[in-house]
């Protein structure tokens, strides 16, 4: 047998071999992470507080947003750290940590995502029964199994990818641990476990994505069934966007870890891991919440709780300038 050196550790090569660009990268992504953690902190703390909104739609987006904070905070600091030190190399069992994380959390989101959409469909094609089909225990049940299931399919796609054994380069051309990148590296004959686990994360994702089609296919069915235009409207309004965020989140995913893997890393695969990494988690706040009348007025009243002057109001406002203008709050908001 020919003489190979077995891997301790990684070296996250991140997007450039130049420090000062690296730098400038890692700022970037704090300011993208910072951003991406305060909105999602901030539905979360309005959807805890606020008693008007303890719906299933809204649970579901709280967990959606822990989900989005877990996920984000598992690569982007870690990037920044490194891009700052300008050390860049990660043991095996921190490599490990960050797949099983961010695959959990990450396949957890799918199974949220794909609840919305049953919500979705129950309050709209089921209006009389929707009280009684989404009730608080069978909205803990569906998240719960979301949880869960993430966790699980996490625990399997790791230990799948670790139980090969790596040799040669220990380069991985990415900001964080990715699975194609691993595989690059691997010196394993045979890859029947990890082969194994895509295809329950394939077969896993494939279900949800019929189950979010076939909701979506009744949903659109009974909204063009609505007499008014405005009707029309509101209902699309409310579902275009889940949709949007639901397939770009599974066409990223499939990019990253259906394509098969290539000796020489493409600049596409470090958009797409990008994508998959920042863009949902940005996006979710504001498609589903921010712009949202409820939670407007759940801010304005948290800020009038809080602090009575305005000052939340105005630091507020800088940050999101269409949440308290009164253009808004005449129009949505009557205290």
């Known amino acids: 047998m020919p003489n190979i050196t077995r891997i301790t550790g990684f070296i996250l090569m991140g997007f450039s071999d130049v420090p000062e660009l690296q730098t400038v990268c890692g700022l970037f992504f704090l300011v993208m992470y910072l951003a991406v953690i305060m909105s999602n902190s901030l539905i979360i703390t309005l959807i805890t507080l606020d008693l008007k909104l303890q719906t299933p739609m809204y649970f579901f987006l709280k967990n959606l947003s822990l989900l989005d904070v877990f996920f984000i905070s598992v690569p982007i600091p870690n990037f920044f750290i490194n891009s700052i030190t300008h050390n860049s190399s990660i043991s095996i069992l921190g490599c490990a940590l960050q797949l099983f994380l961010m695959t959990s959390f990450a396949s957890g989101e799918?199974?949220?995502?794909?609840?919305?959409?049953?919500?979705?469909?129950?309050?709209?094609?089921?209006?009389?029964?929707?009280?009684?089909?989404?009730?608080?225990?069978?909205?803990?049940?569906?998240?719960?199994?979301?949880?869960?299931?993430?966790?699980?399919?996490?625990?399997?796609?790791?230990?799948?990818?670790?139980?090969?054994?790596?040799?040669?380069?220990?380069?991985?051309?990415?900001?964080?641990?990715?699975?194609p990148s691993l595989l690059r590296i691997s010196c394993s004959e045979t890859l029947v476990v990890i082969y194994t686990s895509l295809g329950i994360g394939v077969c896993l994702g494939v279900s949800c994505f019929i189950c979010v089609v076939i909701s979506y296919f009744y949903i659109f069915s009974t909204v063009l069934k609505i007499p008014t235009t405005k009707g029309q409207?509101?209902?699309?309004?409310?579902?275009?966007?889940?949709?949007?965020?639901?397939?770009?989140?599974?066409?990223?995913?499939?990019?990253?870890?259906?394509?098969?893997?290539?000796?020489?890393p493409s600049i596409s695969d470090r958009l797409?891991?990008?994508?998959?990494?920042?863009?949902?988690?940005?996006?979710?706040?504001?498609?589903?919440?921010l712009r949202n009348t409820d939670v407007k007025c759940a801010l304005k009243r948290l800020q009038q709780n809080l602090c009575p002057g305005g000052l939340l109001h105005v630091t507020v406002q800088n940050i999101y300038p269409w949440f308290c203008g009164s253009h808004y709050t005449n129009k949505f908001c009557n205290f």
Request: charged share 5%; glycine share 4%; net charge neutral.
């Open 110 to 179: 799918v199974f949220v995502l794909t609840a919305m959409s049953y919500d979705r469909y129950v309050a709209i094609c089921c209006p009389l029964h929707y009280e009684a089909i989404m009730n608080s225990g069978n909205c803990v049940l569906m998240v719960g199994v979301s949880w869960a299931t993430g966790l699980l399919f996490g625990t399997v796609y790791t230990v799948g990818t670790f139980s090969m054994p790596f040799c040669g380069s220990n380069m991985i051309p990415q900001f964080f641990c990715d699975v």
């Open 272 to 289: 797409f891991s990008v994508l998959h990494t920042v863009l949902p988690p940005a996006l979710n706040p504001v498609i589903y919440s």
């Open 233 to 264: 409207s509101k209902a699309f309004a409310t579902c275009l966007p889940h949709l949007s965020v639901f397939s770009v989140f599974i066409v990223t995913a499939c990019f990253i870890y259906l394509k098969p893997p290539s000796d020489v």
